[in-house]
């Protein structure tokens, strides 16, 4: 058994708060409203997650020295904005080598730095790692087979947290890719997004399926610029998160989308969403690192001029398509 602590009530961090009370840790779930832990303390629901009952031994708490001291892992399942400053919160209160991994997903648009990046930056003294892959909450709460890939810098960290996570449904692989896993987790949401308003435009599974293929030569591209290594955009992190996002009801990035393709504004798109679309977040992140490695990335930029240029959503989808003729794959010879 271990002493494990998520940083965020979210969706994905009480389903993973649930899934470790399931096997067998000693778990403190914690939120920064106080607010929010009454009201699950005396329901034994957490409303982001339906009916789902929480676990009677989960701890829950507002209080950051409760759930930092004394604990095996602290996982970061707050959203990607939040995560610097929940990090620097928190610092002085980590002692050295403790051992962290983020859940969250996002590339933060002022440094351009991962998740990881981040708490590295802000918590020096611990061992940081990444678990990501195809996973809605609602299905990992409800104990659906799922499979994630679990990374970090050293063999004994990513060991260490698929030995915590994995069970019967939930399957733990490990890489040593960082940089390939964050940013496929990343740049992900933001294709998500163009997948969506093509479903709200009313586009078919040919387009989806357009979407899904371009976008992965986007992130790929950007990956493989940054350190990270093609192989892992095969993998869970990189084709199976995608695939998941850009058509699952239960993605927010990719209901965003849709509501933006049916007419919304972004604006109103994410409030009927009703959480984070981190997609929105990652989007001028993504558009900057393809100018700093000089990379095109059509979808991204269309994707961003949705967003924040007012471009209707039909006439993003159609200057995709009326792009000059070229090669699918450069530099594979005739």
Known sequence: MANVTVLGSGSWGTALAVLLCGNGHDVILWSYLQEEVDEMKRTHRNLKLNDNLLPDKLHLTADMEEATTNRDLIVFAVPSFATRQTAHNVSSLIPEGQQVITVSKGIEEETLLTQCDIIEQEIPQAQVGILSGPSHAEEVIVSLPTAVVAGAKTRQLAVFTQEIFMNDYFRVYTSPDVVGI?????????????????????????????????????????????????????????????????????????????????????????????????????????????????????????????????????????????????????????
């Not at 998500?192 to 479903?199: I, R």
């Not at 965003?256 to 969403?273: L, R």
């Open 182 to 334: 964050e940013v496929g987790g990343s740049l992900k949401n933001v294709i998500a997004l163009a997948s969506g308003m093509a479903g709200g435009l009313g586009y078919g599974d040919n387009a989806r399926a357009a979407l899904i293929t371009r976008g992965l030569r986007e992130i790929t591209a950007i990956a493989t610029a940054m350190g990270g290594k093609a192989e892992t955009l095969g993998g869970l992190a990189g084709v199976g998160d995608l695939i998941v996002t850009c058509s699952s009801l239960h993605s927010r990035n990719y209901m965003a989308g849709f509501h933006i393709g049916e007419g919304d504004t972004p604006k109103e798109a994410q409030d009927k969403v009703g959480m984070v679309v981190e997609g929105v977040y990652s989007a001028k992140a993504g558009l900057a690192l393809g100018k700093k490695f000089g990379i095109e990335l059509p979808i991204i930029e269309k994707v961003n001029q949705v967003l924040f240029e007012d471009k209707p959503a039909r006439d993003g989808v159609m200057e995709l398509m009326k792009r000059d003729k070229k090669s699918e794959i450069e530099g594979i010879a005739w």
